[in-house]
């Protein structure tokens, strides 16, 4: 069992190689947070399979970069139970993503979810693996990933009891 406590409420995107999904939801999260939230929440990524030091995926860093998010220096890293015990929320971008971070760590069940899973009426929560396939692929996987994102946003606003504004 890990016993870390989280420092700062870090948020931690998961996916398979940390080299597309996680850090695209890492990248969106970060330019979509609110300048008065940085200050309590920090987004990074890691994977389930990954290896460590490669970086984003030529499909993602285009994708991104067309919208005016830079992840160009972002670097995969293995998932580990030290990681997913410390983070204040893990954002798995699937189902096999969830499973693999409680196995890691059982007790942070309640810190661990579905991306998915907060888009009522969607069919499949998991996120689409746009590995292997061109740069229209990486388009649909950000817009959806930016999509959820948006709706993560007030997840973490209930979850965390965050301000709206510097004087909320």
């Known amino acids: 069992m890990c016993t870390i406590l989280p420092v700062m ?5 998961v996916c398979t190689g940390n080299t597309c999904r996680s850090p695209m939801a890492e990248g969106l999260l970060s330019a979509a947070l609110p300048s008065f939230w940085k200050r ?16 984003a995926s030529d499909g993602a860093v285009e994708a991104l970069g067309e919208i005016g998010i830079d992840i160009s220096a972002h670097r995969a890293r293995m998932l580990t139970c030290e990681i997913v015990a410390g983070a204040a929320l893990v954002v798995a ?21 579905v991306i998915g899973e907060l888009e009522p009426g ?3 929560p998991d ?9 229209d692929i990486y388009r649909q996987v950000r ?3 930016e999509r959820l994102v948006g709706l993560l946003l007030p997840h973490l606003a209930r979850r965390f009891d965050l ?6």
Request: proline share 5%; charged share 30%; with cysteine.
């Open 40 to 55: 309590e929440i920090a987004v990074s990524s890691a994977g389930t399979s990954a290896w460590e030091g490669q970086p």
């Open 127 to 135: 996120v689409r693996d746009p590995i292997g396939g061109g740069i």
């Open 93 to 113: 971008l699937a189902r096999c993503h969830r499973a693999v971070a409680l196995e890691l760590a059982p007790e942070a069940a309640e810190r661990v979810l």
């Open 143 to 145: 817009d959806d990933v």
């Open 163 to 168: 301000v709206r504004g510097d004087n909320g």
């Open 9 to 13: 409420k870090e948020i931690v995107f």
């Open 122 to 124: 969607r069919s499949d």
